[in-house]
Nanobody, 117 residues
Framework: QVQLVESGGGLVQAGGSLRLSCKAS????????MGWYRQAPGKQRDLVAA???????HYADSVKGRFTISSPNAKNTVYLQMNSLKPEDTAVYYC???????????WGQGTQVTVSS
């Protein structure tokens, strides 16, 4: 059974930093990409950043230059380093893992990030 366990969310002041982690277990096929999405109250879930199996990273325009996604050593773990946080970054952040068998991807339970002004 595939499980994604997220951690690292919390409350931080504007300008501060947080690091999110997502550890995937139970995946026995190739991982094509790992990513982070976020969903604010009343809004749709949007892509924040993703990293493909060849190490290519993609970012939403709103976080470019502030957030960094990484997946070192291909250990089924993905990190999201978030710097210079803004109140508009407040949302529930979800980890997503796309595999060769599941193109939609598996989802984590979500971790709350709250940035106070």
């Amino acid at each position: 059974q595939v499980q994604l366990v997220e951690s690292g969310g919390g409350l931080v002041q504007a300008g501060g930093s947080l690091r999110l982690s997502c550890k995937a277990s139970g995946i026995i096929v190739s991982i094509n990409a790992m990513g982070w999405y976020r969903q604010a109250p009343g809004k749709q879930r949007d892509l924040v950043a993703a990293i493909t199996s060849d190490g290519t990273a993609h970012y939403a325009d709103s976080v470019k230059g502030r957030f960094t996604i990484s997946s070192p050593n291909a250990k089924n773990t993905v990190y999201l380093q978030m710097n210079s946080l803004k109140p508009e970054d407040t949302a529930v952040y979800y980890c997503n893992v796309v595999t060769s068998r599941n193109k939609v991807g598996y989802w984590g339970q979500g971790t709350q990030v709250t940035v106070s002004s």
